[in-house]
């Protein structure tokens, strides 16, 4: 028969036993959860390479339709200089961590990019395309041979799509400014329309009167007709859902614009837009307002560029609008003891049509696949 002592010295030796299992249990967890959280962190880092580089890759692709000589783009055929591999599209690799030989790629493939402009309704080719970029993250340990082939592997791949549309500039006419109608654009002393040497002082559609006012209507000829189109989508080729998705800045109030606007911007304000002298107009570049523009006085407007207006226009002094302005409401530039004038610059449309008349993101990019090895 046991005594009591053999007894306590058996409970002990299984409670000893039962604390070292525990305690061996919670070590093996806490290394299993810090190893899972290594190995975590690390596939997400690597999905947010393969993401950037497929972001690059995008952003690249954009870059080349920009650079065409030939517009609109009707065929995506890197060339040589272009591209790692131009057989295969554009194609860029770079070093992620020397150390362990991580490397990051993209790939636009030729075999991926697609005129959709058919399918979207466009009546000229080469409108709008469609992008996919694939972003790779991978080990090097050849350099000679591609990410799929051993000694080389692929830790994550991600595939990213985009739409980039052509923003087409085409004016009613070539006039410092632009009316549905003749007989409601207005200029009153001492302010002025100002068409120089090789514009419109004011344009409009044939029988709908003539521009009038005490101010000064001067240009080449100071005044015209024009069978041209004031509508937005035949301004800039596109629906005004289409522009807000390829615009820089878009807002419903115009207190909601940075001040001074930033240069060579495209710009929308959904509904009307009042600057007056706490809120200034002061920018570059193209001015979208499908309500009416109110330029209120003491605004000191000063704007280089194309405005288009829904409404009506109203340019209250001093001001000045160097460029162009289309409206399809009344056209009012007002007089006072100071001037407002609207010039026609043909230099700066030609600058905002080189830079910005072009390709452009006409929606966010998407993800469309991830694939983790």
């Known amino acids: 028969m046991r005594t009591p002592d053999t007894e306590r010295g058996a409970a002990l030796v299984l409670v000893i036993f039962a604390s070292a299992l525990i305690l061996l249990l919670l070590l093996a967890v806490h290394v299993m959860v810090h190893t899972s959280g290594q190995a975590l962190t690390r596939q997400l880092a690597s999905q947010g390479q393969a993401t950037n580089a497929a972001a690059a890759g995008l952003t690249e692709g954009l870059s080349w339709f920009v650079h065409q000589g030939q517009q609109p783009v009707t065929e995506f055929d890197p060339k040589t200089g272009q591209s790692e591999e131009p057989a295969v599209g554009i194609v860029r690799s770079f070093e992620i961590a020397g150390r362990g030989r991580l490397w990051g790629r993209y790939e636009v493939r030729r075999s991926v990019v697609q005129d959709i402009s058919q399918r979207r309704g466009k009546p000229v080719a080469g409108t709008i395309w469609q992008l996919a970029s694939e972003g790779l993250v991978y080990v090097r340990n050849d350099a000679s041979k591609p990410p799929g082939e051993r000694p080389n592997w692929v830790i994550t791949r991600r595939t990213m799509r985009v739409d980039i549309q052509r923003l087409a500039i085409q004016l009613p006419a070539n006039a410092a400014v632009s009316g549905l109608r003749g007989r409601n654009i207005s200029v009153v002393r ?184």
């Open 190 to 373: 001492p302010s002025r329309i100002q068409g120089g040497s090789s514009g419109i002082g004011a344009a409009y559609p044939p029988s709908t009167g003539t521009a009038g006012g005490t101010g000064t209507i001067s240009g080449n000829p100071a005044q015209s007709t024009t069978s041209g189109q004031f509508a937005l989508d035949r301004v800039f080729g596109v629906t005004l859902n289409e522009l807000v998705a390829m615009a820089d800045l878009v807002v419903d109030d115009e207190r909601d614009l940075p001040d001074p606007l930033p240069d060579m911007s495209l710009i929308v304000v959904r509904g009307n837009a009042t600057f007056n002298a706490t809120r200034k107009l002061s920018g570059s570049g193209i001015l979208v307002v499908s309500g009416n523009l109110n330029l209120n006085p003491q605004s000191d407007a000063f704007f280089s560029g194309l405005i288009w207006v829904g409404g009506t226009f109203v340019l209250t002094p001093p001001g000045v609008i160097n460029g162009a302005v289309v409206s399809n409401g009344n056209a009012q530039i007002a007089g006072g003891a100071e001037v407002a004038e609207v010039n026609y610059d043909s230099a700066i449309l030609d600058q905002i049509r080189l830079q910005m008349g072009n390709y452009l993101f006409s929606r966010s990019p998407w993800i469309v696949g991830t694939e983790r090895r």
